[in-house]
């Protein structure tokens, strides 16, 4: 079965919000970025400036990345293909024009309140109450968007990309709320072991049952249209859906082992995380099958090639993953650098890299004239695969140095000068994903506002 796309007069309003939303907080996020890891480098690297040190850049970067760049690339996406899928309007452009205004405005205003010290300072959920309200009402307003324009549809069949876009954001709005404590205005958060197992329901899954599923959702949409090819298998689709709901739920305690949390939420947690390899392997099975033989136009097509790159990293990281939560590994791997490069290889190498190609596909689309420039998006994704696989493996290296040097007892200070090389290529290469989100932002600006529309 192959994706149905019918042509229908449409604005696109919402889905060139999110797209300019999406090209603008990745110049932000690699900027906070990069000035992070300067300080790894150089501890005093504008050790003046308290609203930039290291202790708020590294927040303000984590939230930038996820809620303004990835969140809202594959929003975009999504805005674009669930009323094609469904044969019918978005149940409201304006109201999709709110829903960015308010993201916008919740983003900007996270990132302001950590600068100037207002956290929560649990991890992914350091956003201060009232931005909480705002990411909250946003969510809330994406949903209802989304499902009134599923429940208006003209197509009976509902393609499996719909099923993981409404369930990304609707499941998202939902443990948001509960991880983020919001019940509790004035701490945030509850009280000992009880928080930190909430703490990671939420932040294991604001990545799997958020990133993962709309990137598989846009995955499943523009590879089959961009290789020409029908959908492998749409049983094996909802069935990699199902099972992506039913395992990836239970993961987040794998982050506790070392904690007396009770032993078998950890033993959940860790069959879960080793059986994270049957909904992956649905997938990867049903969309590499069905570009099998099409490699050639995958590579041809700038959306299709950042996308299909998005699923070999989507196989890698889960598999890193899953390997990680075995205890014996976890001696090793956990509370260093290890663990820093399976957070970027997932959210930048899988979600990233999936956003920017669901991107570069709908901007013909929505703007029907060509994407402005064939040569920087070409560009912007050499940059980021480069830069990607060069700090993965760079910080890979630096956390099995240091993971074995704690365990034999080290000092500190003894192992810092051995993995300052390694911060150094994480910057060096970094700097190329910086440059890349510049790129991109001209050119989807140039695409969007001021294209002549003859692609160079």
């Known amino acids: 079965m192959s994706s149905p796309e ?39 690297f504008m050790a003046n400036i308290e609203w930039i040190h290291f202790g708020r850049i590294r927040p303000i970067h984590v939230n930038i990345n996820l809620f303004g760049f990835v969140t809202p690339g594959l929003l975009a996406a999504a805005f674009y293909f669930l009323p094609r ?72 069949i509902l393609y499996v990309s719909i099923w993981y876009a409404c369930a990304a954001v609707l499941l998202t709005a939902t443990t948001y709320c509960i991880g983020n404590v919001i019940w509790r205005p004035d701490t945030g958060a509850l009280l000992g072991i009880p928080d930190a197992i909430i703490l990671w329901f939420y932040g294991h899954n604001v990545f799997g ?13 523009v ?34 082992l070392q904690v007396p949390v009770p032993t078998w939420l950890k033993v959940i947690a860790i069959v879960d995380s080793v059986a994270m390899v049957i909904p992956v392997m649905i997938f990867l099975i049903n969309i590499w099958y069905t570009v099998k033989g099409k490699l050639g136009v995958i590579y041809a097509d700038i959306a299709g090639k950042f996308i299909f790159t998005g699923t070999i990293m989507y196989f890698f990281v889960n598999i890193q993953g899953s390997i990680m939560s075995l205890p014996q590994v976890q001696r090793v791997t956990h509370f260093n650098n290890w663990v820093v490069a399976h957070a970027h290889l997932g959210v930048l190498g899988f979600a990233g890299m999936t ?102």
């Open 355 to 456: 956003a920017l190609g669901g991107l570069y596909y709908i901007l013909p689309k929505i703007t029907g004239k060509p994407l402005y420039s064939r040569f920087l998006a070409d560009l912007q994704y050499w940059f980021v695969l480069i830069g990607v696989v060069g700090f993965t493996i760079g910080l890979t290296i630096a956390g099995l140095i240091q993971g074995n040097a704690w365990i034999n007892g080290e000092a500190l200070y003894r192992v810092l000068p051995e993995i300052h090389i390694y911060y150094v290529a994480r910057a060096s290469t970094g700097l190329l994903v910086a440059i890349a989100a510049y790129l991109g932002l001209y050119n989807v600006i140039r695409t969007l506002f001021f294209n002549p529309g003859v692609s160079r």
């Open 6 to 44: 019918p042509e229908m007069p449409k604005t696109y309003k919402t889905a060139k919000a999110f797209c300019l939303t999406s090209a603008g907080w990745f110049t932000m996020a690699t900027s906070a970025g990069m000035i992070g890891a300067g300080y790894l480098i150089a501890p005093d």
């Open 209 to 221: 049952l958020l990133l993962t599923p709309l990137g598989l959702a846009v995955a499943y949409y």
């Open 223 to 256: 590879l089959p249209l961009v290789s020409r090819s029908p959908l492998y298998s749409h049983t094996l689709s909802l069935i990699g859906f199902w099972s992506l709901l039913v395992v990836y739920t239970h993961i987040g305690t794998h982050h506790l």
């Open 85 to 156: 899928l469904l044969r019918t309007e978005l149940y409201s452009e304006k109201l999709g024009i709110v829903s960015c205004v308010l993201w916008n405005i919740y983003v900007f205003a996270g990132v302001v309140g950590i600068g100037l010290g207002y956290t929560q300072g649990r991890e992914y959920a350091e956003l201060a109450w009232p931005v909480d309200i705002l990411v909250g009402i946003s969510f809330g307003l994406v949903v209802f968007n989304l499902l009134m324009t599923v429940r208006q549809r003209k197509e009976p």
